[in-house]
């Protein structure tokens, strides 16, 4: 089985602190993704990554930054926390090998900012 | 760009009735569809996907959906409804960005089974 393991299902962090969240899948897959849920939202892009050290900019980057120094290790980056960043993460990850190919996602992680 | 439009936030039915949740795509090229299920203080797990084998595609826990091109829609269907399908369903299609295949989701469908 796949699996996409998210480091924390859930966080509580302050205005202005630095946070990490953590992803690793163990399928060697190519491509990563980290989505932003929120109701009536649904799941929208915020960075996704088809390599390491390759990263492209989703639908809603604004705040955020990634890093994948290593092909299964995927973090998302907010610089400066705010309260409405305050939503439930989910990293994914999928083959490269075409348009049939589905995601894997992680639990989520639960992001509260105070 | 592709896209998909899911009707309804929120669909009500009885256990045994007939479950049909909607969803709609836009795209420019032949589409490759799929459905995910997320249950509770969980991530998405994949129900289905077409792939353009066939025009009805069955996936897991009995649910079915079918690719109509004519209207556009690739609805999700189960004959009938169990409490354990209550959960958030989303329509996904792939779309292409740069040679790489981004799944881009709806806004999600509610299930809610009463007893």
């Known amino acids: 089985d796949v699996k996409v393991t998210q480091s924390s299902r859930y966080l509580v962090k302050r205005t202005g602190e630095k946070v990490f969240l953590e992803c690793v899948q163990d399928?060697?897959?190519?491509?990563m993704f980290w989505y932003r849920q929120d109701p009536g939202l649904g799941l929208r892009l915020i960075y996704f990554s088809y390599d390491v050290k390759m990263k492209e900019k989703g639908d809603i980057p604004e705040g955020y930054s990634v890093s994948r120094e290593k092909k299964e290790r995927f973090s998302l980056i907010l610089e400066s926390a705010s309260t409405n960043q305050t939503s439930m993460y989910l990293c994914?990850?999928?083959?490269?090998?075409?348009?049939?190919?589905?995601?894997?996602f992680g639990q989520g992680t639960r992001l509260t900012v105070v | 760009a592709q896209s998909v439009t899911q009707l309804g936030s929120h669909v009500s039915v009885s256990e045994g009735a007939l479950v049909l949740l909607r969803c709609n795509y836009s795209s420019s090229v032949p589409p490759y569809l799929f459905w995910y299920v997320q249950y509770p203080n969980q991530g998405l797990q994949l129900l289905l996907k077409y792939t353009s084998a066939a025009t009805l595609v069955k996936g897991i826990n009995g649910f079915e959906a079918e690719f109509k091109k004519s209207e556009t829609s690739f609805h999700l269907t189960k004959p009938s409804a169990h409490m354990s399908d209550a959960a958030e369903y989303f329509c996904a299609v792939s779309g292409s960005s740069g040679g790489s295949y981004i799944p881009t989701f709806g806004r999600g469908t509610s299930l809610i089974v009463h007893p």
């Open positions: 994914a990850s999928s083959l490269w090998a075409g348009r049939n190919t589905e995601a894997f």
């Open positions: 399928m060697d897959h190519e491509n």
